[in-house]
């Protein structure tokens, strides 16, 4: 079955860490995106990336960093210079840049 | 970021009951998309509209794409307890030659069985 992952569900993290979200899809798109949700809140974006070896910054891009080694991989590292990390952290990716975006299942970040 | 405004911002109905809610902007798009989430999952798209006029069904679900290209509305028929969660919206705009993706805050809707 065609999808994204992401894993873990849950992660929880002490502050001052670095921490990686996995998100992979094997529906051959060429964009993937991160997202950060907040209660009550829409979606934010993090980053995104349209091709391989390729990303630009989103509207939160501060204390984020990612990379796009492989067209099904785009991982999120949420560094100690992010402020308020807890949070929803979703993946997408669509065929084209900014088409319909399909999501993964979220991992949801506790920082402590 | 630029958002859109989508209404309302939450719903409580009674089961059967039919459900609207809209979304609308001062820009002009390209494609309307709605989305339902699950509390503690991802989106999952549920129509996307191409064309201004356009009206799209799937199952008791109806939208369409405003003649303006300014707005949006879903609609909902006979609800069920399933329908609960949270709808967005979402716009695209070729800005400039620089495609982006504008996304409502979301209309939180609970179903009473």
């Known amino acids: 079955d065609g999808g994204i992952t992401q894993s873990p569900k849950y992660l929880f993290r002490k502050e001052g860490q670095n921490v990686t979200l996995s998100c992979e899809q094997n529906?051959?798109?060429?964009?993937m995106y991160w997202y950060r949700q907040d209660p009550g809140q829409g979606l934010r974006l993090i980053y995104y990336s349209q091709i391989v070896n390729d990303f630009q910054k989103g509207d939160i891009a501060e204390g984020y960093s990612v990379s796009r080694e492989k067209k099904e991989s785009f991982p999120l590292t949420v560094t100690s210079a992010q402020k308020n990390p807890t949070a929803f952290y979703l993946c997408a990716s669509s065929y084209g840049p900014f088409y319909e975006q399909y999501f993964g299942p979220g991992t949801r970040l506790t920082v402590t | 970021g630029q958002q859109l405004n989508q209404s309302p911002q939450s719903m409580f109905i009674q089961e059967g009951e039919d459900v609207s809610m809209n979304c609308t902007s001062s820009?002009?798009?390209?494609?309307w998309l709605w989305y339902k989430q699950d509390p503690g999952e991802g989106p999952v798209l549920l129509i996307a509209?191409?064309?201004a006029g356009e009206l799209t069904s799937n199952g008791r679900l109806t939208a369409q794409f405003g003649i303006t290209r300014k707005d949006s509305f879903l609609n909902i028929s006979a609800s069920i307890p399933s329908d609960v969660g949270i709808y967005f919206c979402a716009g695209q705009t070729n800005a400039g030659n620089n495609r982006k993706l504008i996304w409502g805050l979301g209309t939180s809707l609970a179903v009473n069985p």
């Open positions: 820009s002009i798009f390209n494609t």
């Open positions: 509209l191409y064309k």
């Open positions: 529906l051959n798109h060429d964009a």
